[in-house]
């Protein structure tokens, strides 16, 4: 009887465990459309198959997991932070470092070369970034656009970041030292007898043209190096909510380079001061400079082939909702005119050329008063190494804060912070030049003069308004293209990041030419100036407002249509 009932009892064990087995091999489908029944619920199975779905219910808990989107939540994990995100958010902060390395050294070089060159001044800013600067970001989004039809992601990375590595180094090494015979010195200072002194502005471009070729190159590394590229790879690889995370550490991480870069330029200035008469200093310096900028921008290349070579075969790619569309043939113009039918892209443009004319009111008026006070090449540059660590300082604070706004307020909170900080330092800084009185007692007690005065209160209204703008208004534009779809993005960055943002340094310029022509001097149009930022400001934050509503709500519908793919 014992023997009949052991029997019987290896009988049905032998009989469940093949249908184990199958069960197990078949887990990943049933539970890819199924979720285990609660623990206590009855079930209407029978007692083996029963047995059978507890002995596979932990294989099928991972596939459950890991086919509705929580695989992160049972993956390794470092510091909190999942291993698949640790491995994009690390090289991207590396990526970012020598990238704003490269723009700190190229931004404060090019206006040491424009401002201080002989028959140059602080005037011919306006003229650059209107009359050159302009026009060649509008030729590189034409170009960019049409090989964007043609060339696949990383051979249109490197297309476009070697040329400015090859660039920078010819400059220094080549281009100065010859500049004595490339430049038309005689010819300029005789035609501007001719004409007058009113075409100081563009005979100046004219006589100094590979320092108005090298201002041009570092203006397009910000615009296209660090927005198109850099940016554009990341909204690539990152989802939504690990943007909002990591998108405020990348700056905060990425901005100890304006520290470092910053008293490189200082370093470098301390040097020129200290060698003998007949060396030329100067030269000297853009050599190590210019060094340092070739070896990252390879650095920078280097890193981008590690993360499409090693980082994303191995870490999941970003949900797609939208279908991919067939990849158009457009030009500019016809790149122009797709983007200008969303009312979603209008409104990140205007908050591009907002933020462009804003800082450019103030900017160029705030370098003429550091020429004024620091005449000297040396002390010019050394000013503004450390104008550009300050800078890197106030923006690492800010960046800490910056999580904690995005986390607590959202997007479109942290979106409004910027324009309301340039506004508030701008007011301090028109009311300086308009209302002189009111701030004698400050200088009597500091013992400044109205000169330095200026330049301190005009270097703290560009330290506060660049490190919102690096802190939150990057961040917030670069989040505001997650959602958009592929065509959208690569349009979008092209025309938006590199033709808005010099539309909007050149319409600052444009605004500062025709107040001076209509009243005289720059001076005499500093109330209508602070007038215009004032309406510029405002219209930027009604388009943060209406922006903010839209990307909710398209990140509302791309979390429905997920959620439609994974069930259908």
């Known amino acids: 009887m014992l023997s009949s009932r052991v029997s019987l009892r290896t009988s049905r064990v032998a009989a469940v465990a093949p249908r184990a087995r199958v069960a197990q091999r078949s887990a990943p489908r049933v539970s890819a459309v199924a979720t285990p029944a609660p623990a206590g619920e009855p079930s209407n199975n029978n007692s083996n198959k029963l047995s059978i779905v507890q002995s596979s219910r932990k294989a099928s808990s991972i596939v459950t997991k890991t086919s509705s989107g929580d695989a992160a939540a049972s993956e390794p994990e470092f510091l909190g932070i999942a291993k698949s995100t640790m491995m994009k958010v690390v090289p991207l902060t590396l990526m970012m470092f020598c990238i704003l390395f490269n723009y700190t050294i190229l931004r404060d070089t090019k206006d040491v070369l424009v401002v201080t060159a002989p028959g140059s001044g602080a005037e011919i800013i306006p003229f650059l970034k209107t009359y050159v600067n302009l026009p060649a970001a509008i030729g590189f989004a034409a170009i960019y656009a049409r090989m964007s039809n043609f060339m696949g992601r990383e051979q249109l990375f490197y297309t476009i970041l070697f040329p400015f590595i090859a660039f920078f180094g010819a400059f220094a090494f080549i281009m100065y030292p010859a500049r004595d015979f490339l430049h038309p010195t005689e010819f300029c200072v005789d035609l501007l007898e001719k004409l007058g002194p009113k075409f100081m502005g563009p005979l100046a471009i004219l006589r100094n043209w590979t320092y108005c070729a090298f201002y041009v190159a570092a203006e397009l590394w910000g615009s296209v190096v660090v927005s198109v590229l850099f940016w554009g790879f990341a909204n690539q690889i990152m989802e ?317 519908q791309r979390l429905a249509e997920a959620a439609e793919e994974s069930t259908a």
């Open 240 to 556: 939504v909510k690990e943007a909002k995370q990591f998108y405020p550490l990348f700056g905060l991480i990425a901005n100890v380079a304006l520290i470092f870069s910053g008293q490189a330029v200082r370093l470098f200035s301390a040097i020129r001061a200290d060698l003998p008469p007949g060396v030329d200093g100067w030269g000297l310096s853009l050599k190590g400079l210019m060094g340092m900028v070739v070896i990252g921008g390879f650095c920078v290349a280097g890193i981008y082939w590690a993360v499409n070579k090693y980082v994303l075969p191995n870490v999941p790619q970003p949900t797609t909702t939208k279908k991919k569309k067939e990849k158009l043939s457009m030009g500019i113009g016809e790149s122009v005119t797709f983007l200008a039918k969303s009312s979603y892209v209008r409104d990140l443009a205007t908050l591009v050329v907002a933020y462009g004319i804003s800082i450019n009111l103030v900017e160029v008026t705030w370098k003429s008063k550091i020429k004024a006070q620091y005449p000297d090449p040396n002390d010019y540059s050394m000013f503004m190494g450390n104008f550009s660590t300050a800078t890197g300082t106030v923006t690492f604070m800010l960046m800490i804060i910056s999580r904690f706004i995005f986390g607590k307020f959202g997007w479109g909170v942290a979106a409004v912070i910027t324009p309301t900080v340039i506004l508030l330092t701008g007011a301090v800084f028109f009311s300086l030049i308009l209302l002189p009185g009111a701030w004698d007692p400050v200088l009597a007690a500091l013992g400044f003069t109205p000169l330095f005065m200026a330049v301190l209160v005009g270097a703290a209204q560009n330290i506060f308004s660049k490190g919102s703008k690096y802190s939150l208004f990057d961040p917030c534009k670069e989040m505001a293209y997650i959602p958009l779809d592929e065509e959208t993005k690569v349009k979008g960055k092209a025309a938006i990041d590199v033709i808005c943002n010099p539309l909007g340094k050149s319409g600052g310029s444009l605004v500062q030419q025709f107040m001076i022509f209509t009243f005289g001097s720059l001076a005499a149009s500093t109330p209508y100036l602070g007038g215009v930022l004032l309406v510029i400001v405002i219209m930027w934050l009604k388009a943060a407002a209406s922006l903010n509503v839209q990307f909710e709500d398209l990140q509302k």
